[in-house]
């Protein structure tokens, strides 16, 4: 087999016109959000190259079990995931972040036939440190030999839709879509957007999700507000972000993090609340908060099994299998694709 680095074609070169395309996009939900009642921004402006490097940092916070949790489970069961798949797989993750947890799957898949593995991300920076990671540590790099990287900068569906019309002959495509980001979306929306990936596979395919379950209250706000203040920042950065790249003029001294439960959606909500009256602008709006008005950025949904598993069954998807963590109530469920009703 001939060294991995030298079969791995660089990431390919964003195309600017689709750049422009999802800019825009992104410019006209900021002002959609900002025009709310309950002002919202969307939650992918926390990741910048610096909002990647923060994330990245908040999953090693002691307070945040989420993704050791995940890590543990894909770990402990790359293998017995990879015996339930057909030989020939196209891994493709959604929203891979660094693809750390991914790796002992994709050493799995890889053991049986060569993989081509697709990690989609908006960030560039989350990708470029994905294929540094992977070819990069020694024992991954013998790991992870045939397994073929080809990062896809963009938006979650755009870039499946291209992945899978990558698929060779006699490959089934598995959709990873880890560390509980289903959570980010509304309950309703994340039902519909399972249903869009279904839509965008065959019958046969697999979807691999990880969702983090419900827990006590008092351990959800502890890993959403962490006592360094990494969290703080990861959120706060968002407005560095908006006033960097769509025209912002937020004060970040102004606003501080909160981490709020939202008991009857079961969801935590992260907000920026602003500590004075402010007149801010971004995105060509005048934008008035008065002091304790939130701006809301992202929520991030707790599941049951059972809940999972009806969403399953409403968006088109089999469970084939589950397994949970013991330490950090979290959930990586197999689903194969059937029939859509
Ligand atoms: C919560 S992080 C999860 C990262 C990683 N999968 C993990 O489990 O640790 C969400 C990731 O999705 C990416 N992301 C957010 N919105 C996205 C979108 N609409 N399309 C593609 N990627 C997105 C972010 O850049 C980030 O890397």
């Not at 070169?13 to 996009?25: C, E, I, K, Q, S």
């Not at 990647?52 to 770990?75: H, S, V």
């Not at 929203?95 to 947890?101: A, F, M």
């Not at 006033?243 to 439960?261: K, M, T, V």
Request: charged share 25%.
């Amino acid at each position: 087999m001939m060294p991995l680095a030298a079969k791995t074609p660089p990431l390919p070169r964003p195309d600017r016109l689709a750049r422009a395309a999802a800019d825009t996009a992104l410019m006209a939900e900021i002002r959609a959000g900002l025009a709310k009642p309950q002002k919202e921004l969307p939650s992918r402006l926390l990741y910048d190259e610096l909002g990647t490097a923060l994330f990245e940092a908040l999953t090693l916070l002691p307070e945040y079990g989420l993704t050791r949790a995940d890590q543990r489970l894909l770990e402990q069961q790359a293998g017995a995931i990879a015996r339930l798949l057909p030989e020939r797989v196209l891994v493709t993750e959604l929203g891979s972040g660094s693809g750390r947890k991914t790796r002992p799957l994709l050493a799995a898949v890889s053991r049986r036939a060569p993989v081509n593995y697709f990690p989609i991300d908006v960030s560039a920076a989350a990708l470029d440190r994905c294929r540094r990671e992977l070819l990069a540590e020694p024992e991954q790099a013998a790991d992870s030999r045939g397994i073929h990287i080809v990062g896809l900068e963009g938006t979650y569906l755009e870039k499946l839709r291209e992945a899978v019309r990558r698929r060779q002959p006699g490959e089934a495509v598995l959709v990873l879509f880890l560390g509980s980001t289903i959570g980010n979306f509304d309950r309703g929306a994340a039902k519909i957007f399972l249903w869009r990936i279904r839509s965008l596979l065959r019958r046969g395919d697999f979807l691999l999700l990880g969702a983090d379950l419900e827990k006590p209250a008092a351990q959800l706000l502890a890993a959403y507000a962490d006592a360094l203040g990494i969290t703080a920042a990861f959120n706060l950065n968002l407005l560095r972000h908006l006033n960097r790249d769509f025209g912002g003029n937020f004060a970040l001294e102004s606003f501080r993090h909160q981490a709020r439960y939202n008991a009857p959606a079961r969801r935590i909500e992260m907000h920026l609340v602003a500590q004075i009256p402010l007149h801010c602008r971004a995105a060509g709006l005048e934008i008035e908060l008065a002091a304790g008005e939130t701006i809301w950025t992202e929520s991030s949904h707790k599941f049951t099994p059972a809940g999972l598993r009806r969403m399953a069954a409403a968006s088109g998807f089999r469970p084939v299998a589950e397994w949970r963590d013991a330490e950090w109530p979290f959930c990586e469920a197999l689903w194969r694709a059937e029939a859509q009703s």
